[in-house]
């Protein structure tokens, strides 16, 4: 599976951003999919993640009242909507997939750990400033 993040760029504090996240090369609707993010001189970090179908979604707990994820498997995307940015949220953000099991249904610590990703995206920057 390959997948291709964009939407990143420079915005203002408060502003909005929306990430999107392309998938070619599986069956898209068979993965699971997650959002992380890496900002200089820190280790890379959960933000979010979705089910195979979009009916479970798994946030940071910093992120989970201003961020949204979704995804479209119609158009084998997986999307992060980003409102009231901060400077804090600039970043490297990379999409990452999973392949769906059962097992791990509902698990947040599963979902928030990125050694179980086994695909991810070249990453996208977002830079908010003042």
């Known amino acids: 599976v390959q997948l291709q993040a964009s939407g990143g760029g420079s915005v203002r504090i408060g502003e909005s951003l929306r990430l999107s996240c392309a998938a070619s090369?599986?069956?898209?609707?068979?993965?699971?999919m997650g959002w992380f993010r890496q900002a200089p001189g820190k280790e890379r970090e959960f933000v979010s993640a979705?089910?195979?179908?979009?009916?479970?979604?798994y946030y940071a707990d910093s992120m989970k009242s201003r961020f949204t994820i979704s995804r479209e498997n119609a158009k084998n995307t997986v999307y992060l909507q980003m409102n009231s940015l901060k400077p804090e949220d600039t970043a490297v953000y990379y999409c990452a997939a999973v392949a769906k099991s059962p097992y791990y249904s509902g698990n947040y610590y599963y979902f928030r750990s990125a050694q179980n990703y086994e695909y991810w995206g070249q990453g996208t920057l977002v830079t908010v400033s003042s």
């Open positions: 979705i089910n195979w179908s979009g009916g479970s979604t």
């Open positions: 090369g599986g069956t898209f609707s068979t993965y699971d």
